[in-house]
């Protein structure tokens, strides 16, 4: 066992038993690096990637790649959803210095934490190009060795490089009508007509993009970002990019057609897309977006759903086969002569042409990922039913994909979120009871004694490392969610707790946020990204949470934080509106209003249902009755119920519509 014994990260306990010598990031592996005079190796990676996993057995259990590297470097392994801060300061060199980035992702630096060298994938062989990984040791200790002072100059160019892309400011003012509709033609024009979805492979699902679309719609009657919403939703529902038999989403699509996945399947992809879908059919009515929307629910709650009532963070990609190789897919795809051993050869005919699963197969060796072409024309749905139910009881006899079992603050506050609306949409109070579990556990763990968030926890224990700016912001999002659907004023509190840290650690001149805390460890470069990737940025998640706090309450310190982080929105949002969907989304909310309803009277009641599928972007909804509602949430104060009955009240930009009683004239008011 070398160092990394001991500590909660799933993906450094997998790297416990190597024999290279592995160091946890922390002053004590640069202070050894100093007294031995030798660099340092930064690996960063993470539990579901498929080539850590590759990397970690052709070199790092290589006993003679590991004398090397233990006698002429200090190893230093990361998780980078553990440490998204140094990930991302880290990627960041790599991907100027190099013009790509990925996982895993090897760094060289100084005994100063400055790199100086960079790569992600290296082969145990040379091959296509690559240097193998045991040259490139190689050559670095004889740069090292020989070459220091030039060493020493590379290092300090890259550092004062990153110093300077800093962001001075968030922007110019807040977007407006001019940055939105700049965006949606942005978004149109990388829109793939065929295929749905933007742009080509690997192709990710846009979860925040469609957000953005569909509030655009409720805010313009765009029908064309509605069209593009609904299309690459349905596209995506019926594609290998979806479970068709255990429901979830995969990472990403290799092909644009949404045929063959990277099979890792992340809670946060889940928990965005969960949201998505349960918005659609909100817009829609789809059929299709209801059953993706909770069969992606019932998927987080079986599959992810830890003993503490969190959600894991993440299913390998990874699995055995039939012959015991651990290879990329094997728990998912099937072959003919596998269907027919489960299913007898006239249903597996029918399986193979509803689910797309050829002869010559879709993925490797001859296997198929299930999808759903489209081109069986009608079939008999209790049929359809009865074959998923086979070859999903048939699946769960094979071994199962490994589980990243740490609790990550952030991704578990967009599962909050994405649970507490769809429990709320469609009667599953189980879902909303999940919800509720999940964010005890946030306040129980996370914020524990210390009053500040802890980025993650494993088996109810908190790690060791600090929540970032986008644990507050999505966890605050969660919170605020689960507030409007339960009418628990305390999930409202406890945004505004974490909101008011964000304010007093996270926030620079001019709007700007950074994504470590003022009183965070201090890296070679403080990090700080306003664009969307996998989930929502720090920065943007921050200033949704924002916005809908200050609605809630009235607070003009909150409305103006959330104001002046949305400068950076207006600056992007026409020219990359893929990478900052999720603001533009907030956009679209600080547009409308947002929307403030009070319902006055019982939750769960129709007005407050009514209140709920609202469509009008980012509204927030409170409900509860009786003198003591207006000190769960203000804006409940002095609204009192008209001739006894359930009341609704709606403002915006500090104006009121008259009261309703009538649930067909709030949906009316709301854009339902």
């Known amino acids: 066992m070398n160092r990394l014994a001991g500590v909660t990260s799933p993906y450094l306990l997998q790297h416990a038993d190597n024999p290279v010598d592995w160091w946890p990031w922390g002053s004590e592996a640069f202070e050894e690096a100093e007294r031995r005079d030798v660099p340092v190796l930064l690996s960063v990676g993470y539990s579901a990637c498929h080539w850590c996993h590759v990397m970690a057995h052709e070199s790092f259990e290589d006993e003679t790649v590991?004398?090397?590297?233990?006698?002429?470097?200090?190893?230093?392994?990361?998780?980078?959803?553990?440490?998204?801060?140094?990930?991302?300061?880290?990627?960041?060199?790599?991907?100027?210095?190099?013009?790509?980035?990925?996982?895993?992702?090897?760094?060289?630096?100084?005994?100063?934490?400055?790199?100086?060298?960079?790569?992600?994938?290296?082969?145990?062989?040379?091959?296509?190009?690559?240097?193998?990984?045991?040259?490139v040791l190689e050559g670095v200790v004889a740069a090292w060795t020989d070459r220091r002072e030039e060493v020493a100059e590379v290092a300090g160019r890259i550092v004062a490089d990153l110093a300077g892309r800093s962001l001075v400011h968030g922007g110019d003012g807040v977007p407006g009508e001019q940055e939105t509709a700049q965006a949606l033609l942005g978004l149109t024009r990388e829109y793939d007509e065929q295929h749905g979805?933007?742009?080509?492979?690997?192709?990710?699902?846009?979860?925040?993009?469609?957000?953005?679309?569909?509030?655009?719609?409720?805010?313009?009657?765009?029908?064309?970002?509605?069209?593009?919403?609904?299309?690459?939703?349905?596209?995506?529902?019926?594609?290998?990019?979806?479970?068709?038999?255990?429901?979830?989403?995969?990472?990403?699509?290799?092909?644009?057609?949404?045929?063959v996945p990277h099979f890792e399947k992340m809670l946060y992809d889940n928990a965005l897309l969960c949201r998505v879908y349960a918005h659609l059919w909100r817009t829609t009515g789809s059929d299709e977006a209801r059953r993706i929307a909770l069969e992606t629910a019932d998927f987080m709650v079986l599959e992810l759903r830890t003993a503490e009532g969190g959600f894991a963070s993440a299913l390998d990609a990874d699995s055995e086969d039939a012959d015991g190789r651990h290879v990329e897919g094997a728990y998912y795809v099937w072959t003919p002569a596998q269907l027919r051993e489960v299913l007898g050869e006239d249903d597996a005919a029918f399986a193979a042409?509803?689910?797309?699963?050829?002869?010559?197969?879709?993925?490797?060796?001859?296997?198929?990922?299930?999808?759903?072409?489209?081109?069986?024309?009608?079939?008999?749905?209790?049929?359809?039913?009865?074959?998923?139910?086979?070859?999903?009881?048939?699946?769960?006899?094979?071994?199962?994909?490994?589980?990243?079992?740490?609790?990550?603050?952030?991704?578990?506050?967009?599962?909050?979120?994405?649970?507490?609306?769809?429990?709320?949409?469609?009667?599953?109070?189980?879902?909303?009871?999940?919800?509720?579990?999940?964010?005890?556990?946030?306040?129980?763990?996370?914020?524990?004694?210390?009053?500040?968030?802890?980025?993650?926890?494993?088996?109810?224990?908190?790690?060791?490392?600090?929540?970032?700016?986008?644990?507050?912001?999505?966890?605050?999002?969660?919170?605020?969610?689960?507030?409007?659907?339960?009418?628990?004023?305390?999930?409202?509190?406890?945004?505004?707790?974490?909101?008011?840290?964000?304010?007093?650690?996270?926030?620079?001149?001019?709007?700007?946020?950074?994504?470590?805390?003022?009183?965070a460890e201090q890296l070679i470069r403080r990090p700080q990204d306003p664009t969307d990737s996998a989930t929502p940025s720090g920065w943007t998640a921050a200033a949704g949470a924002l916005l809908s706090y200050a609605a809630y309450t009235g607070s003009e310190a909150h409305r103006t934080a959330a104001e002046g982080a949305l400068g950076v929105v207006k600056a992007l949002g026409p020219r990359v509106p893929r990478f900052v969907g999720w603001g533009l989304a907030v956009a679209e909310a600080l547009l409308d209003g947002p929307r403030e309803v009070a319902v006055a009277g019982p939750v769960g009641g129709e007005l407050h249902r009514t209140a709920l599928l609202g469509r009008a972007p980012g509204a927030v909804v409170a409900a509860g009755e009786g003198p003591g509602a207006g000190a769960e949430f203000p804006l409940l104060v002095d609204r009192p119920q008209v001739g006894g009955e359930p009341t609704a009240y709606v403002c915006r930009h500090f104006v009121c519509d008259a009261p309703t009683t009538d649930a067909g004239e709030l949906a009316a008011k709301l854009g339902g």
């Open 353 to 519: 042409a509803y689910f797309g699963v050829t002869e010559e197969g879709t993925f490797e060796e001859g296997s198929s990922v299930l999808r759903l072409p489209g081109d069986t024309g009608p079939v008999d749905a209790a049929r359809v039913a009865d074959v998923r139910a086979r070859l999903l009881a048939a699946r769960e006899e094979r071994p199962r994909p490994g589980r990243d079992d740490k609790v990550v603050a952030a991704w578990n506050g967009l599962a909050i979120a994405a649970l507490a609306e769809t429990g709320a949409y469609f009667d599953r109070p189980d879902l909303v009871e999940r919800a509720t579990e999940a964010a005890d556990l946030l306040v129980r763990v996370h914020l524990g004694e210390v009053a500040r968030l802890t980025r993650t926890s494993k088996d109810g224990r908190a790690g060791d490392n600090a929540g970032v700016l986008e644990d507050y912001g999505d966890v605050a999002e969660g919170f605020l969610a689960l507030a409007a659907v339960t009418g628990e004023g305390a999930w409202l509190e406890f945004a505004g707790f974490l909101l008011d840290i964000v304010l007093e650690q996270f926030t620079g001149e001019g709007g700007q946020l950074y994504d470590t805390a003022h009183d």
């Open 197 to 259: 979805g933007f742009g080509g492979a690997p192709k990710f699902p846009p979860s925040m993009a469609v957000e953005f679309l569909l509030r655009h719609y409720a805010r313009t009657g765009s029908e064309g970002a509605l069209q593009m919403a609904a299309d690459t939703c349905s596209a995506m529902a019926r594609g290998g990019i979806y479970d068709q038999l255990g429901g979830g989403f995969a990472r990403y699509s290799v092909d644009r057609e949404w045929v």
């Open 66 to 135: 590991a004398a090397y590297l233990n006698a002429h470097f200090v190893p230093v392994k990361v998780d980078r959803e553990e440490r998204p801060d140094v990930d991302a300061v880290y990627m960041e060199a790599v991907q100027a210095a190099t013009g790509h980035g990925g996982w895993p992702m090897t760094v060289f630096l100084t005994a100063d934490a400055e790199p100086f060298y960079f790569g992600t994938y290296f082969p145990p062989e040379a091959r296509h190009g690559s240097p193998s990984f045991q040259q």
